[in-house]
């Protein structure tokens, strides 16, 4: 009895998903002429091209995109297979766990993972990724476990659990002049603004809301981080419009004087997802991650 080479599932998987020899060649840690030579045995084995020249690409053939769910389910039920049979002792595991998320989620939850994981996985280390530092393709390429923020990914192969809701406040040192009158929106307008922004960006949401009462606010300072924002505040006369309110429970140990205020404005709070990669979803060290995540979250709304 002749028995394939499941090797050449996983490879034909990866070619699926990349669409280019060079890039699974990549993935799997090969040179491209080995991957070019695992191409013709997939075809071989197949009786099918499978990915074909168009301009100066490769597309998958007919075949090929009726294999392609097949195949995953394969791949990933394999991994799960693997993943569940070893390391299933959680006290003895010797892994790194890449998560994107801003400064905000580890600021709050942060700390009582990691004593969480000091109980249950001591040997275990978190890797904290920053958002915008990796692409879309991360989660299925492997190079994140999880991703977590108010954007919820492209891919609609990646699953998705919600995790909070997270409305915001405004922020300002107290004495602040702000606080002196009721806070209306005009007088929101007209003190100089704080913008945080991975991406560098003075504008968001708020600016169309004021724009609707025909009102436009001045933004002095852009930074990427609401950490780096809170102890620019301190000694200002900056306000920080769009404050987390589940980050509001870290400033007391900071030591920092600053005050919250209710937005004088209607925006709507956003929802924080956690995202992994399918291949992830029987994995006991990545479940346990997802549940903890989850467990820590509904314990601090609570």
């Known amino acids: 009895m002749h028995i394939p080479d499941m090797n050449l599932l996983v490879a034909l998987n990866v070619l699926l998903e990349e669409g280019s020899v060079v890039g699974a060649a990549r993935r799997m840690n090969l040179s491209a ?38 195949v995953r389910g394969v791949v990933e039920l394999a991994h799960g297979v693997f993943t569940q ?4 002792d959680l006290s003895q595991l010797d892994r790194t766990f890449s998560i994107r998320a801003n400064d905000v989620f580890f600021g709050v939850y942060g700390g ?18 920053p958002e915008g530092f990796t692409d879309d393709e991360a989660l299925s390429e492997g190079r994140i476990d999880l991703a977590i923020g108010a954007t919820l990914p492209v891919s609609a192969d990646l699953k998705v659990q919600r995790l909070f809701t ?24 007209g003190y100089d603004h704080i913008s ?14 004021l724009a609707e009462m025909d009102l436009e606010r001045r933004v002095l300072f852009t930074t990427p981080t609401f950490y780096s924002a809170i102890f620019a505040l301190a000694n200002s006369e ?15 140990p900071l030591g920092l004087k600053l005050r ?11 929802e924080i997802t956690q995202a992994w990669h399918p291949r992830l979803d029987n994995d006991h060290a990545h479940r346990w991650l997802r549940r903890t995540l989850k467990t820590l979250c509904d314990n601090a709304t609570a």
């Open 33 to 70: 002429p080995a991957m070019s030579r695992t191409l013709t045995r997939i075809r071989d084995a197949l009786n099918d091209p499978i990915l074909v020249r168009s301009g100066r690409g490769l597309v998958p053939t007919p075949r090929a995109l009726e294999l392609r769910e097949q």
């Open 85 to 88: 049979s070893q390391n299933s």
């Open 112 to 129: 009582a993972l990691r004593r969480q994981m000091a109980l249950e996985m001591p040997n275990a280390a978190l890797r904290v990724v």
């Open 166 to 189: 997270c409305p915001f406040v405004g922020l300002a040192r107290e004495g602040h002049p702000i606080f002196d009158q009721a806070i209306t929106a005009q007088r929101f307008a």
């Open 196 to 209: 945080v922004s991975r991406r560098g960006r003075a504008r968001g949401p708020i600016d169309a809301v």
């Open 238 to 252: 900056l306000i920080l419009p769009l404050m987390p309110q589940l980050l509001l429970k870290t400033l007391e």
């Open 260 to 270: 919250a205020f209710e937005l004088p404005i209607p925006l709507k709070p956003v």
